[in-house]
C-alpha cells in the first residue's frame, strides 16, 4: 500500500513563493511517474506537472514559466516549486504516483493566495 504525503502549503501574497513536497512510501519510487495535481473552489481536479521515472516533465500552460516539478528518488519524494504565485492558483494540490498502471493520490494540501 503506497502512502503519499504533501506538505508546504500556506497562505501567501500574490507574488510569493512555495515549494510543496511529497513523500511516498512503499517500493518502486524510482520508476514511477509522479504528478501534481490541483483543484480549486468550484472546480475540477486538474494537472499541474507531472515528470516521469526518466525525468521528463510536462506542465498546464497556466503554470508553465512559473512552477517547476521535480524529483529526489534517494529521498523518495517528489517536489513542485511555485513562483510567482497568483490569486488563480488558490487550490487543494494532490499529489499522484503512477506505478506501474497503479494511480495512488495524497490527502492534499491547500495552498492560498491573496492579499
Known amino acids: 500500500q503506497v502512502q503519499l504525503v504533501e506538505s508546504g502549503g500556506g497562505l501567501v501574497q500574490p507574488g510569493a513563493s512555495l515549494r510543496l513536497s511529497c513523500a511516498a512510501s512503499?517500493?518502486?519510487?524510482?520508476?514511477?511517474?509522479m504528478a501534481w495535481y490541483r483543484q480549486g473552489p468550484g472546480k475540477q481536479r486538474e494537472l499541474v506537472a507531472r515528470i516521469t521515472s526518466g525525468r521528463r516533465t510536462n506542465y498546464a500552460d497556466s503554470v508553465k514559466g512559473r512552477f517547476t516539478i521535480s524529483r529526489d528518488n534517494a529521498k523518495n519524494t517528489v517536489y513542485l516549486q511555485m513562483n510567482s504565485l497568483k490569486p488563480e492558483d488558490t487550490a487543494v494540490y494532490y499529489c499522484?504516483?503512477?506505478?506501474?498502471?497503479?494511480?495512488?493520490w495524497g490527502q492534499g494540501t491547500q495552498v492560498t493566495v491573496s492579499s
Open positions: 512503499g517500493s518502486l519510487f524510482s520508476i514511477s511517474a
Open positions: 499522484n504516483q503512477d506505478r506501474m498502471g497503479v494511480s495512488s
